[in-house]
């Protein structure tokens, strides 16, 4: 949030990537849904690694609306930063 919040930065869009444990922040149980929702709607994309997903239990379902899934976060950090976006790590 602190990001968006700087006048400072001149920002085109935002993404968060998230996998491995990441994976809890976007789910609808998430306590951080609250903060997950109020990204989404300053319009924030927000990704989540197919690949965690596979071998839990959960499913896009159980995913926050609006939260797309791309399938390798790694890969799709690698798009992003080769369309301009910078890597920003936790």
Do not use: F, H, W
């Not at 869009?13 to 149980?29: I, R």
Request: glycine letters at 8%.
């Amino acid at each position: 949030m602190n990001l968006l919040e700087d006048e400072t930065v001149n920002l085109d869009d935002v993404a968060l990537v998230t996998n491995s444990g990441g994976l809890q922040l976007v789910t609808t149980d998430s306590p951080e849904r609250a903060r997950v929702e109020r990204l989404l709607e300053r319009d924030v994309t927000i990704k989540q690694c197919q690949n965690t997903i596979e071998g839990t239990d959960v499913t896009t379902a159980d995913l926050i609306d609006g939260v797309e899934l791309v399938p390798s976060g790694v890969g799709e950090l690698t798009r992003l930063q080769s369309d301009g976006y910078a890597y920003l790590p936790p």
